[in-house]
């Protein structure tokens, strides 16, 4: 069972930034596509970026793109989103998810159905 763990939410204010890590057990890291997901109070979990296993290709919303960055490490099983110019609208809960299927459209990296594992989330909270 694969299990994964979130860490470096906090508060910050608008324009700061932050990086959120994701370490991976009980799989095979290097073959998951992996992902990132927000949900705001009130709102349904929404896609963030992903990122796939092999050569690297990412994946953002729009309302993200230029600002965040998803990488991977496959030595230390962990997977990042690096949050710059952070806006009040960014504040979330954001979840981690891998997923194992082993062939993925390039639509299907943006869907919650694309992935089997998630975590149990870390909040972001960006001031104004």
């Known amino acids: 069972q694969v299990q994964l763990v979130e860490s470096g939410g906090g508060l910050v204010q608008t324009g700061g930034s932050l990086r959120l890590s994701c370490a991976a057990s009980?799989?095979?890291?290097?073959?998951?596509?992996m992902g990132w997901f927000r949900q705001a109070p009130g709102k349904e979990r929404e896609f963030v970026a992903a990122i796939n296993w092999s050569r690297g290709s990412t994946y953002y919303a729009d309302s993200v793109k230029g600002r965040f960055t998803i990488s991977r490490d496959n030595a230390k099983v962990t997977v990042y989103l690096q949050m710059n110019s952070l806006k009040p609208e960014d504040t979330a809960v954001y979840y981690c998810?891998?997923?194992?299927?082993?062939?993925?459209?390039?639509?299907?990296?943006?869907?919650?159905?694309?992935?089997?594992?998630w975590g149990q989330g870390t909040q972001v909270t960006v001031s104004s």
């Open positions: 998810a891998a997923g194992s299927r082993p062939y993925y459209s390039s639509t299907a990296y943006y869907r919650q159905s694309g992935y089997d594992y």
């Open positions: 009980g799989g095979t890291f290097s073959r998951y596509a």
